[in-house]
């Protein structure tokens, strides 16, 4: 599972995977485009849909926190 989603982000992203920091939106790693072209590709991916409420930028800080998102919500 964690490799689908890595190659997700890059796939959107190739910075995601090298920030360290803990707030991609706000510095500028991504934007609410491209939140929503990770949720798209994350629910295509793994034929889900991600509630409305998992789409936080608690959740989308950083890989780590897709990654934490992903594992919460198939359990795998």
Do not use: H, P, W
């Not at 599972?1 to 090298?18: G, H, K, S, Y």
């Not at 491209?34 to 936080?56: N, R």
């Not at 800080?61 to 198939?74: G, H, P, T, V, Y």
């Amino acid at each position: 599972m964690r490799e689908r989603v890595l190659n997700v982000l890059v796939a959107v992203n190739e910075e995601i995977l090298a920030y360290a920091g803990q707030d991609m939106i706000g510095d500028g790693i991504i934007d609410s485009f491209q939140v929503v072209d990770i949720v798209e590709a994350l629910e295509g991916e793994f034929q889900i849909e991600l509630d409305a409420e998992c789409i936080t930028a608690e959740n989308f800080a950083n890989k780590d926190s897709i990654l934490s998102l992903m594992e919460r919500f198939i359990g795998k």
